[in-house]
């Protein structure tokens, strides 16, 4: 049904995608796996000839055995969305918040002439017929994706191209999602391009998988074998960067004793307006020690996260530091945060475009008047956070540093005011695979050279048990469960413990 | 290093992108010709030559040999007149931006980042000045205040600032929203490195851009009011020219020599700085 051959794609001088052929049958399901800049987006958006006017195409992309460059225009309108359709990125951005998305659903079936009925498609993807009424805002991100899905489907195609649709959803939404595809597929009878970063979210849904590197396929075959017996070592790094829950060969650190506590939270309460964001929380975090806090979005453990650090009041409750409760006047809140550092989820956001690194890293200095040599201290945080030489570095701004080499900034930038807690939120969730073992490694090395306890804020249960000693569960503002990563994540007690445990997608 | 080659292009290319924008390169070139003209002006012009009492040429003579744009209803040149008025025109209009863009960027910066009952009032003086009709306001200031050009200047700078108030305000915002103020805030920055590392930064372009613009159109609002008769009297204005021409009848006269010059230096003038103004913009708003 679809078929590239040879395709080679080049922007300008850059080659971005290169030589890749792929073919996809009626009813097949192919995932292609990469990381940003590997061209599978460049892959996906050349099926139906949407790549911008600047790109230069080679070889031949045969839909049902037409070649799609060598459509007319007419032709190639007629087989947008009729024969292949495509579900987008950000379903956030991609739908028009000023329609309804029963509208929205229904354009492609006007513009097209096919018949059909909105309700119908919104049974399909599992969503209540009053919805077509709704609009964008009004729906939640797992909703919005399967307005998307509807979309995709409304004219009928054989073929389903997926670029990326899990990709903003938290694990039990994704979960939905995914069972709502892998159903449709196997209904309709759909061929399926899904394209995603993340191995384990093509596991769960295609039978195939093509690993794409650098712009070149380095990798195909049956996704079952791929995964067990990856032949290509990028696919092994791939493989290897998401951690099995229960696999000891994933944990990466012992778990400690319990330690001295060096902060504890009584009974922190936050409310946002009438809602609880934070309700009655008792946490503590032992010297030296990492407590993973997960949960799904919208359970508070960020409002927790800032309210720690002080950048948000809390309605009641207390934060002891050391032996020592925190106080709400701005000097005592300026000397806590030398000891406890925050590093955001977004490097790329997180840092100052205008800031060369050695500005942004020694930031915390001159805003807490660190007296010395500022030059030796910022080198040393760098090389700290592996960016060495420090000196290849300092002068560099953000944008042209890789991803990984931004968190690393924002790291040292942290690390240079010597804190004793670092307040992690979400800090792999925006990296590359590659990338995000490095990262996870980089904080198992401070807490082991410099005994930095690290509060780690995610969604991932996988990264709770590659590093954490303990984890807490937090669901709709409440503390669930805590405890020792072993017995949390092996052995649940709670209900929302295993229902997130259940959504974890297993490569 | 591939980095250390985007240093490079990242920095340098501020000043070769404006080179592309040949209105812009055009709109600067006229200025510099104006600057000149007003510097130096004051230095070869005798006194003699604009003084009522001692001209000996005769009034409302055309265009010819002796005096290249004519001579007004006193018999001083038009063309020497021009060039004295050039400095005031361009002093009274840079003042007033500078003024203007001062007011705008100190509420917008103030009420955009603490929030709160201040920036609750401060939009609401905002407000007030915006729905203002603002030649009316300058007019009332200056019959209030003494003739001259410090009132002019207030009187224009204190009318023009709110859209410069908006738009810093709108810019603040949107920097106060992003991740790194927040981690500035977390390292334990209070508002004054906030503002001066962070939010100041981001915004000095968008405002350099704004006071450009706003240059021209202090420019036309100093030859409004001088033009109704509201100058400075002492002063040679292009504004304060026209008011002559139009008091002393050159249109009945047909003295087109009076009237065209310093309207068409006003047109060129304005028209420079604005095609500098959006030139500037396109250089300073990232593509991103």
Known sequence: MLELNNLTVHYGHKRVVHDVSLSLAPGQTLGLAGESGSGKSTVAMSVLRLLP???????????????????????LRAVRWASASIVFQGAMH???????????????????????????????????????????????????????????????????????????????????????????????????????????????????????????????????EVIANPRHPHTAALTAAFPVIGDPAHRWSDPAPAPEPLLRVRDLVVDYG????????????????????????????????RTIMGLRAPSSGRVIFDGVEVGRGSRAIKAFR???????????????????????????????????????????????????????????????????????????????????????????????ASVRGEIVALLLRLRAELGLASLLITHDLGLAWQIADRVAVMHQGKIVEQGPVGQVLLTPSHDYTRALLRAVPQV | ?????????????????????????????????????????????????????????????????GHWLGTDHTGRSVALLMAQGTGTSLFVGLTAAVLSVGIGTFAGVVSGHFGGLLAGALLRVTDFFLVLPALVLAIALSTVLPRGLGTIILAIGLTSWPSTARMVRAQTLTIEARPFVERARALGGGHAHVIGRHV?????????????????????????????????????????????????????????????????????????????????????????
């Open chain 1, 53 to 75: 006017r600047s790109a230069r195409v080679e070889g031949e992309v045969l839909l049902d055995g037409e070649d799609v460059a060598a459509m007319s225009w007419g032709r």
């Open chain 1, 94 to 224: 991609s739908l028009n918040p000023v329609h309804r998305v029963g509208e929205q659903i229904a354009e492609p079936m006007r513009l097209h002439g096919t018949p059909g009925r909105v309700t119908e498609l919104l049974e399909q993807v599992e969503l209540p017929r009053d919805k077509a009424r709704a609009y964008p805002h009004e729906l939640s991100g797992g909703q919005k994706q399967r307005v998307m899905i509807a979309m995709a489907l409304a004219c009928g195609p054989r073929l389903v191209v997926a670029d990326e649709p899990t990709t903003a959803l938290d694990v039990v939404v994704q979960e939905q999602v995914l069972a709502l595809m892998t159903r449709l597929v196997a209904e309709q009878d759909l061929g399926l391009l899904m394209i995603s970063h993340d191995l384990s979210v093509l596991a769960r849904t295609c039978e195939d998988i093509a690993v794409m590197q650098g712009g070149e396929l380095v990798e195909r075959g049956r996704t079952r």
């Open chain 1, 274 to 305: 009438r809602t609880r964001a934070v309700d009655g929380v008792d946490l503590t975090i032992g010297r030296g020690e990492i407590v993973a806090l997960v949960g799904q979005s919208g359970s508070g453990k960020t409002t927790l996260a």
């Open chain 1, 338 to 432: 030398r000891q406890v550092q925050l590093v955001l989820q977004d490097p790329s956001s997180a840092l100052n475009p205008r800031h060369t690194v050695f500005d942004a890293v020694a930031e915390g200095l001159r805003v807490h008047g660190v007296p010395g040599d500022h030059e030796a201290l910022v080198t040393a945080a760098v090389e700290r956070a592996e960016l060495r030489p420090a000196s290849l570095y300092l002068d560099a701004l953000p944008h042209e540093l890789s991803g990984g080499q931004q968190q690393r900034v924002v790291i040292a930038g942290a690390l240079v005011l010597q804190p004793r807690l670092l307040l992690a939120d979400e800090p792999v969730a925006s990296l590359d």
């Open chain 2, 1 to 65: 290093m591939s980095f250390a080659d985007g240093v490079r292009t990242g920095r340098g290319g501020a000043a070769g992108a404006f080179l592309a924008h040949r209105t812009g390169v055009a709109g600067a070139v006229a200025l510099a010709v104006a600057a000149l003209v007003a510097v130096l002006a004051p230095l070869f012009i005798p006194a003699d030559a604009l003084d009522v009492t001692r001209v000996t040429a005769q009034a409302w003579q055309p265009p010819g040999a």
């Open chain 2, 200 to 288: 100041l930064p981001s915004v000095v372009p968008l405002v350099l851009v704004n006071a450009t613009l706003s240059v021209a159109s202090a420019i036309v609002a100093e030859s409004t009011l001088a033009f109704l008769g509201l100058g400075d009297p002492t002063r040679i204005s292009w504004g304060a020219m026209l008011h002559q021409a139009q008091l002393h009848g050159a249109v009945p006269q047909r003295a087109w020599w009076f009237l065209l010059p310093p309207g068409l230096a006003i047109v060129v003038v304005v028209l420079a700085f604005t095609l500098v103004g959006r030139a500037l913009e396109a250089v300073v708003t990232p593509k991103r």
